[in-house]
Nanobody, 122 residues
Framework: QVQLVESGGGLVQAGGSLRLSCAASGRTFSSYAMGWFRQAPGKEREFVATISWNGGNKGYADSVKGRFTISRDNAERTVYLQMNSLKPEDTAVYYC???????????????WGQGTQVTVSS
């Protein structure tokens, strides 16, 4: 298991950018695929992006493709989510998660951070 702590959320105007970070503890970070999910009020948690253990494979939800970029630095045990061209509908709590597989469903992920709020104003 890894422990995850997100940071970088905040309030931004539509069209702006934010970069989320997720710092992991534990020496096995590099063996995990990592993902970002988000949950808006009254909605289910939804997949945003995922990255394989070595960064060689990435996947994105259609709603963020071309605007968001996931990356990782295994030496720093950190995964990032660069979010550009933000829209009000991107407003949610964003969670990072760790998985032993390269999946897109919440059940595929065994460790979760506490979340960071992203609010996009119109």
């Amino acid at each position: 298991q890894v422990q995850l702590v997100e940071s970088g959320g905040g309030l931004v105007q539509a069209g702006g950018s934010l970069r989320l970070s997720c710092a992991a503890s534990g020496r096995t970070f590099s063996s995990y695929a990592m993902g970002w999910f988000r949950q808006a009020p009254g909605k289910e948690r939804e997949f945003v992006a995922t990255i394989s253990w070595n960064g060689g494979n990435k996947g994105y939800a259609d709603s963020v493709k071309g605007r968001f970029t996931i990356s990782r630095d295994n030496a720093e045990r950190t995964v990032y989510l660069q979010m550009n061209s933000l829209k009000p509908e991107d407003t949610a709590v964003y969670y990072c998660a760790a998985s032993r597989t390269f999946g897109r469903m919440p059940v595929d992920f065994s460790s979760w951070g506490q979340g960071t709020q992203v609010t996009v104003s119109s």
